[in-house]
């Protein structure tokens, strides 16, 4: 059954953009946005015409070239030759479903109805959209201000017909592609070109991906913290809602809450150990509240840019004025995307620290959690491992938002680095995935050993069907498999919908 994903003139939560996007086959655009873009282009080709005065990328070069005319005559090839130019990205691919998401991002800001293009041009990326046709971008070109430049431009080529693209699986030139759609490439009008490089669409996508994968992350971060404390008898003293309710921070309070929750449903044992347990432990609630505030905060400012307008010039045609700025200009998401990557990867490390003393061999639990240690090693180099993905982490986290570089003949002398923001988050967020996995891994072996425990329903549902696919560790076996498995698991079984 096809599913549309309907832009329209009402702004869109984050949830229902990327659950809509998520849903979706195609995008339908409404006639009243579409008569909001065509009165926008009238008016600003109105402006073209009557007044002769130079106007920023429509008739003039771009960025230290800006007061350099161009004839009217030459205005569709100085858009063409924008494009064609600005594609310069290199490095990794950037995979599919953000490309796809840059591609509704690219559409829902066009059709805000300030960007002054034709319906034809936006129309055209609907259709590289519906037809699932996903240009080949590459994550390393772009400043984070004038816009995502490179990355946009090799989102726009396969309009004109240049680039590649991904198409049922195959990267392909898009001219063939194209040809085997029915569709023709799309001759430039005046400021086209620059409406569609100038954008934080490609920003955007990553913090857009990354902040709803949070949501999850955290969610699991108290799943497999709560399984955690049981395999290492843990009280639930730090749990308990007073303590949170006298701190007073909502994100400690919630996690808290969860938490005792499914520790007091579930049949503790009774030994004690410890009078305190140790800070991975006893902390979860202050340190994964920070996270979830941190990421509270990030999902508010990507909700606003979602809805944003973020190219240059804008044309108000109601107000009747073109104002040149700078929307393109991404500090507000590199900041927040910084902000993110080092809350997530507080949850990673606090994680790593709860897998190293649950096969420490404390507690009555076995070293490595291994039947015959020493014959067997267990879980020892799982541990290294997630030392090793906390470490990259920590390198990972070293801000984008802090550094500059002055480009175009000292023009654009200050920008965002948001696009480094974004592809580094992106990489501490499946570090994150793989932390988890680590932990539910040997967490799930330590019940294994307290036959005593009987766990809280919703922990147990989740225990019983991952021992179905991922069998207790009786002796050493290869266990990358494992590790991925457990991530697919958990991928799967723990979601915030």
């Known amino acids: 059954m096809t599913k549309n994903l309907l832009l329209t003139e009402k702004e869109y939560t984050l949830d229902q953009f990327w659950q809509g996007l998520q849903a979706a086959n195609r995008i339908e655009i409404s006639d009243s946005v579409i008569d909001i ?6 008016y600003l080709q109105n402006q073209l015409v009557e007044n ?15 007061n350099i005319e161009i004839q009217q005559e030459e205005l569709s090839q100085l858009q063409h030759n924008l494009v064609m ?10 995979p599919v479903d953000i490309v796809r998401t840059m591609l509704a991002l690219k559409i829902n800001n066009l059709t805000q109805g300030y ?3 034709r319906w034809e041009l936006i129309q055209g990326l609907q259709n590289l959209f519906n037809a699932e046709i996903y240009p080949v971008v590459y994550q390393l070109g772009s400043l984070g201000a004038s816009g995502d430049l490179a990355p946009l431009a090799h989102l726009s080529l396969p309009l004109i017909g240049m680039g590649e693209v991904n198409y049922k699986g195959e990267k392909r030139a898009a001219i063939d592609v194209l040809k085997e759609n029915g ?3 799309i001759k430039l009008s005046f400021k086209e070109g ?26 699991m971060a108290n799943l497999t913290a709560a399984l955690s404390c049981i395999g290492y008898v843990c009280k639930t003293d730090p749990f308990h809602p007073s303590l949170s309710r006298i701190r007073k921070h909502q994100g400690q309070i919630d996690v808290a809450a969860k938490i005792f929750q499914l520790l007091t449903e579930s049949s503790l044992s009774k030994t004690v150990y410890s009078v305190q347990d140790p800070y991975s432990f006893r902390c979860v609630p202050q340190v994964h509240g920070a996270s979830s505030k941190a990421i509270d905060h990030v999902a508010e400012i990507v909700e606003n840019e979602i809805n944003a307008v973020t190219d240059n010039p804008n044309v108000f045609d109601q107000e009747e004025m073109i104002l040149i700025g700078g929307n393109f200009h991404a500090q507000l998401l590199a900041l927040p995307m910084d902000y993110l990557a080092i809350a997530l990867s507080e949850l990673g490390s606090i994680s790593e620290r709860r897998s190293y003393k649950l096969i420490n061999g404390d507690r009555e639990l076995p070293s490595y959690l291994a039947d015959n240690a020493g014959l067997h090693s267990g879980f020892m180099i799982c541990q290294y491992t997630a030392a090793s993905v906390v470490s990259q982490n920590k390198q990972l986290c070293t801000p984008a938002s802090v550094d500059s570089i002055t480009s175009s003949k000292g023009q654009e002398d200050h920008v965002s680095m948001a696009a480094n923001a974004g592809t580094k988050l992106y990489r501490v967020v499946e570090n994150i995935y793989r932390l988890l996995s680590i932990e539910w891994m040997i967490a799930a072996q330590a019940l294994e050993y307290r036959k005593d425990i009987i766990l809280a329903p919703e922990l147990n549902q989740l225990f019983v069907n991952y ?9 050493d076996r290869y266990l990358s498999p494992d590790i991925l498995k457990t991530e697919q698991f958990l991928r799967k079984h723990i979601s915030v919908n």
């Open 37 to 42: 873009v065509k009165k926008n282009r009238a």
């Open 115 to 117: 960007s002054g293009v």
């Open 52 to 66: 002769n005065e130079p106007i920023y990328g429509i008739n003039t070069g771009f960025g230290s070239l800006c």
């Open 194 to 219: 620059l409406a569609l490089l100038n954008g934080t669409q490609f920003s955007l996508a990553y913090a857009l991906h990354s902040i709803q994968h949070a949501k999850q992350l955290l969610k």
């Open 467 to 475: 021992r179905k696919e991922i069998p207790r560790l009786t002796e």
């Open 183 to 185: 569709m023709q490439p």
């Open 85 to 94: 130019s600005h594609a310069c990205g290199v490095g990794d691919e950037v």
